[in-house]
């Protein structure tokens, strides 16, 4: 498998919508904070651009490393195994790891992560958000982790918002998402 390519392919598939999620968080953020507010939209569609691209870049990275990882550990085990080639193959399958699940929680997860980001910066630079508000869908689906930040409040600046996981250890989370496949999302508070 040609990873460089993989990466370069990834990267053209996920950049333009990773700076779509931007760009729409900062238009969110912008309505969120209302009218008479002046923004820099040459700078911040700058900063836009050159997130995405970083960002891209290093979710392609970590994608590839990740998968990289996983097939050798398949692989391997099959070969240990003495298996027959079709126990690999389903090994594989059922690992997600170029399967469609794996495909839409990657996109969930990191659209997720896009426009928070992109709401962060523009309220950042509007010198009118004073301060950001963990939200959730508040439905029955809400996990543990997402449930105990749901709500909270912090400064916009501040190192993170401080919840828990699972497991009772003290977790910051910057921003959505605090997880794969997280729906939360955060509210600018000014004033």
């Not at 969110?28 to 820099?40: N, P, V």
């Not at 659209?111 to 980001?117: I, P």
């Not at 029955?140 to 190192?159: K, T, W």
């Not at 921003?175 to 000014?190: K, S």
Request: proline content about 3%.
């Amino acid at each position: 498998m040609d990873w460089a390519e993989e990466k370069e392919q990834l990267f053209q598939i996920l950049f333009p919508d990773v700076l779509d999620a931007v760009e729409e968080g900062m238009l969110s953020a912008a309505d969120a904070i209302g009218g008479g507010i002046e923004l820099d939209w040459s700078m911040l569609n700058a900063w836009a651009d050159e997130f995405a691209r970083t960002y891209t870049y290093e979710l392609v990275k970590d994608i590839t490393e990740a998968s990289q990882a996983l097939l050798q550990e398949k692989i391997d085990a099959w070969i240990k195994s003495g298996a027959h080639l079709d126990e690999l193959i389903a090994s594989l399958g059922d690992s997600g790891l170029y399967g469609e699940y794996r495909a839409f929680m990657i996109a969930t997860t990191e659209v997720t992560r896009a426009f928070a980001e992109g709401n962060l910066e523009a309220w950042k630079k509007s010198g009118v958000v004073t301060q950001i508000q963990w939200m959730t869908a508040t439905d029955e689906v809400v996990c543990e982790i997402c449930g105990g930040l749901d709500g909270s409040i912090i400064d916009l600046g501040e190192a993170g918002f401080e919840g828990y996981s699972p497991n009772e250890e003290p977790n910051m989370v910057e921003c959505p998402p605090a997880h794969v496949n997280c729906r939360c999302w955060m509210r600018p508070i000014w004033g």
